[in-house]
């Protein structure tokens, strides 16, 4: 049977291994290294005694310095100074100062139309008044038909 539909691996060809005795050299030498810098850095740090208020630098960091401004330091705070930080106002997301706003507004306007100043409690107010008119009309004219009724009603017991 012939493997036609199979492609050949490439993965694991050129694969290169180190001699125990080429990665101790390394490593010694590395070593060595770590120790000079150790060495040079001890001799500066006792000249400046900067290097003391960061701590023992890691690697590249003694070399280079570098200000981040992401970087974060825990800073000791006293206590009074934590209360005023709390104290501070809470900050509010938009659509939570956009609610109270609202409400603010709804109660503003509700106490405006109870005053009637508000433009849709002045047309209710006209409203009102031509009704009560139309109630006092109608109740005048019932009045005068009762008392149509009532003359009459004499006026055939007259007779």
């Given at each position: ?46 000249e400046s005694e900067s290097d ?62 109870a005053e009637g100043k508000t ?41």
């Open positions: 049977m012939s493997r036609a539909g199979k492609k050949k691996s490439r993965k694991g060809q050129h694969r290169h291994f180190n001699n125990p005795e080429e990665i101790e050299a390394q490593m010694k030498e590395v070593e060595s290294n770590r120790y000079r810098e150790r060495t040079e850095i001890e001799s500066d740090s006792s003391d208020e960061h701590g023992a630098k890691k690697g590249v960091e003694g070399l280079i310095e570098i200000e981040n401004p992401n970087r974060v330091t825990n800073k000791m705070k006293k206590a009074s100074q934590l209360d005023t930080e709390t104290a501070s106002k809470p900050q509010l997301s938009r659509r939570e100062r956009e609610e109270i706003e609202k409400q603010q507004a709804r109660v503003r306007y509700q106490k405006m139309h433009d849709e409690a002045k047309a209710d107010l006209a409203r009102l008044a031509i009704i009560r008119k139309q109630r006092e009309e109608n109740a005048k004219k019932k009045e005068e038909e009762r008392k149509a009724k009532e003359a009459k009603a004499q006026a055939s017991k007259k007779r």
